[in-house]
């Protein structure tokens, strides 16, 4: 299904960079909007601050490059293509989990950092980036971490922390409930606690309530300096992280633009 090395025929291909980075390179061909449908632009108009219209054009204009990208079209292609969206709590097509056809397909953006996700059709993916605060919020521990994760959780640090509220966000976000499920109803065991996955960091979700979280496996990727991210699929695909570069180098080899 994909025209690229290492693209997202067996693996999840992701990007993380900075906002900024994103719209430099997207610069010289048009800039972000070039990429963007006219309700994403209408959209991005909704968020008074500068740096925030800059977050939602940078998410979904790598979301659309990316779809692209996965399947083999030019960057011009990206903006005509055709997003839908489900909301995995009440099914309505309005808001939600975005996807376009022949690829599964993630987002997340945080205050000057944007993450986007693409794996095969038919997999199941989430994604999830975070900027590193310099405390967490009060109750952080309660809402995040299941019973079995707090003691864990005592001495860790906010980074600690945060690495594990990217992994249950991007779990819930590849489920396609967000937090509409709290995010301690969810624990993330390590696989049989074998070296492999301590060290990976690779985890399995245990939800034995929701089939739809139960099982997915998430691992910490990495992320732009001060941000923390995470990716979840349905299968223990490896997670291959593409560079604007890259992506932009395959697509205008493939393409006229
Ligand atoms: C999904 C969610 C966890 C993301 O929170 P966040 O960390 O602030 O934001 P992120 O930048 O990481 O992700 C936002 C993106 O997640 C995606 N998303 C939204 N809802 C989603 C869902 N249910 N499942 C998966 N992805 C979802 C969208 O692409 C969204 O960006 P967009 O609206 O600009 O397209 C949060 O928005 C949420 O919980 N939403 C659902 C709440 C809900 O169920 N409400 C009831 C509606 S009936």
Sequence with gaps: ??????????????LAV????AASACGPIGGLQAFLSPGEIAASRRFRRTEDQTDYQASHALFRLLAAWSLGLSPREAAALPVARRCGGCGGTDHGKPSVPGVCLSLSRSH????VAAGPEGSILGADIERLPEQVFDGFDDFTAAPSERALL????VTDRMLLWVAKEAVLKAAGVGLAVEPSSVALAFNGGTHGSRRTGLRTAV???????HGLEVRPVTAPPGYVAAVSSGARLPAHRLSLPEMFATSLQTSNV
């Excluded at 900075?18 to 980075?21: F, Q, T």
């Design 207 to 213: 939800c034995p309530g929701r089939p739809e979280i």
């Design 112 to 115: 000057g950092a944007v993450m």
């Design 154 to 157: 005592r001495s860790a640090s």
């Design 1 to 14: 299904m994909n025209a690229h090395d290492g693209g997202t025929a067996d693996s999840v291909a992701f």
């Design 18 to 21: 900075a906002s900024a980075e």
